[in-house]
């Protein structure tokens, strides 16, 4: 855990509360718990857990925070937030943020549902959803400052998920690794169509992480047209191009 004060305090400028530390250490204890029964990550050495998990995590914020509206809470959805990356260490931080987790596998969001409750996140909720319905969702179209996501599809794909689900003028931010700049040349039709542009692409260090991390943030420039997203599972096998 000193590593991640350590970590969070010189790489992003966040000073860690000893609740917050405590937040983590306890999400640390349950994700490794929970991973003897139910497939949850392959990342398990506590060290890595630390970096490749929470650090990584909350290397979104300040990106975030850059563009907090004070007057009413930030709302943000995490699609395909698997054990809860990057969406959870966001809440710990900023427990203001309304914040919903999305994933297509029960058992995930069961894990979901269980550590949002044992954090006491009030605000935060957990959808057993596909991206590509919520996005034709009246509740949730169009409705978040913040659409995110971490490895869960390649650009083209997840501009499909994340675009329609952002307000115009609102932001999607996508945590990728070394190939972000191919994946960003290979989304040109994706953005014009859905209604997106690359307004940002902020690189990040983690401590012994050798491959570079990126955030690649997206402005929502124009409505995502009726059609859009297609149906579930069309997205992944024929991205737009
Ligand atoms: N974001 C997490 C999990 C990545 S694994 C992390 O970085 O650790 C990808 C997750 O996305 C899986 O849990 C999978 O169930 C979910 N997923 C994939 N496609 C999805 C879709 N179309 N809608 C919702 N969830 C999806």
């Known amino acids: 855990m000193e590593t991640l004060k350590r970590s969070a305090k010189d790489l992003l400028g966040l000073k860690l509360t000893r609740a917050q530390l405590q937040a983590f250490e306890n999400y640390a204890l349950e994700l490794t718990a929970w991973n003897q029964h139910t497939n949850l990550t392959t990342i398990l050495d506590p060290q890595d857990i630390l970096v490749k998990h929470f650090l990584d995590s909350l290397s979104c914020l300040p990106a975030i925070n850059r563009r907090h509206n004070p007057k009413r809470a930030l709302r943000v959805v995490d699609v395909g937030s698997g054990a809860g990356f990057p969406g959870l260490p966001l809440a710990i931080m900023r427990p203001d943020i309304q914040l919903t987790l ?7 969001c069961a894990f979901l549902r269980h550590m949002v409750a044992e954090l006491g996140l009030i605000t935060a909720r957990v959808l057993h959803r596909r991206a590509e319905n919520l996005g034709w969702d009246r509740e949730h179209r169009g409705h978040y400052d913040w659409a995110i996501a971490r490895a869960v599809a390649r650009l083209p794909v997840l ?83």
């Open 102 to 108: 999305v994933d297509a596998t029960e058992k995930k």
């Open 159 to 241: 501009l499909e998920y994340l675009l329609p689900l952002t307000r115009s003028d609102g932001r999607c931010l996508a945590q990728k690794s070394e190939g972000a700049r191919t994946e960003i040349q290979a989304a040109g039709r994706a953005l014009a169509v859905l209604g997106g542009e690359v307004e940002n692409v902020l690189s990040v260090e983690l401590p012994g992480i050798a491959e570079p991390r990126h955030l690649i943030v997206i402005k929502k420039v124009a409505a995502t047209p009726d059609g859009y997203p297609r149906r579930a599972g069309v997205p992944v096998k024929r991205p737009l191009r």
